[in-house]
């Protein structure tokens, strides 16, 4: 963790909650982080608790991101939801393609391509979210798909909007596995997204966030969140119980502290 840059930890609730569900969460986690300013916490409930959370999570330290949007603002696609119409009821960024949205439900780089200038065009902040698979990490080619993913992605958004842009490195290997990885390769990596980053603008290369994500815990956090290119985490499991949820935002408290 950098001092210089604010740590975001993120929670993807994936398909988990029900508004009552959510709304249960919310009002046991605001209490727990009340008072945090030095950290930046998010939750990315599924699209029907979005609004409902939005108006629970108001005038508190934690914004509200949706977990995906489609490309176009309006059209004939049948199911999906749009930049505009999830800025409509403010909520405050997006997840964009996840690894099970590249998975399961076939996200490209090209359509991630035309996501990332929509969504800040509609005043969301994007996380894009990159990482290899497991045999592609033993077949040595970790950095190949990284570059490729982080150029794709990166590739439509303008300059000056690029520090504004948070990515997610998440191994898919440690994706809801209980494997995470080792600090050596999450530093590895996210000094390697950054360094992306730099071959599009130096300047924005030291402001981007770049997050660790997979099998995130409070019992691993600390060691990651310490890393000096990890500037947070983007948290599945772990983030939908309140209180795993709050350690971890108070662990990157403290880590950024002893960082500073
Ligand atoms: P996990 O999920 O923390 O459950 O491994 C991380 C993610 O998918 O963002």
């Not at 929670?11 to 046991?28: M, P, V």
């Not at 599924?46 to 176009?72: C, I, K, N, W």
Request: net charge negative; hydrophobic share 45%.
């Amino acid at each position: 963790m950098n001092p210089d840059r604010t740590p975001l930890i993120a929670g993807n609730w994936k398909l988990n909650k029900t508004i009552a569900e959510a709304e249960a969460f919310i009002q046991s986690l605001l209490p727990r982080v009340g008072a945090v300013e030095d950290v930046e916490i998010v939750i990315c409930p599924p699209f029907l608790a979005l609004a409902a959370m939005v108006d629970s999570a108001r005038g508190s330290a934690v914004g509200v991101y949706a977990q995906t949007m489609h490309e176009e603002d309006a059209g004939a696609y049948t199911g999906e939801v749009s930049a505009p119409m999830l800025a409509e009821i403010d909520v405050a960024g997006v997840i964009l393609g996840h690894s099970e949205r590249r998975q399961l439900f076939g996200e490209t780089d090209r359509a991630l391509q035309l996501k990332l200038p929509r969504a800040l065009e509609a005043g969301l902040k994007p996380i894009l979210c990159v990482g290899e698979t497991e045999e592609e990490r033993e077949r040595g080619d970790t950095e190949r798909k990284l570059r490729h993913q982080v150029q794709e992605g990166l590739e439509k958004v303008p300059g000056e909007r690029l520090p504004e842009v948070v990515i997610a490195y998440e191994p898919i290997w440690a994706i809801g596995t209980g494997l995470v990885a080792k600090p050596e390769q999450a530093q590895d990596a996210c000094a390697f997204v950054r360094a992306l980053v730099e071959g599009f603008d130096k300047g924005a290369a030291a402001k981007v966030r770049v997050l660790y994500g997979g099998s995130l815990k409070p019992e691993n956090a600390a060691e990651l969140l310490a890393l000096p290119d990890v500037d947070g985490a983007l948290v599945g499991g772990a983030s939908t119980d309140p209180a795993a949820f709050a350690e971890i935002v108070e662990i990157a408290r403290r880590v950024r502290s002893g960082a500073g």
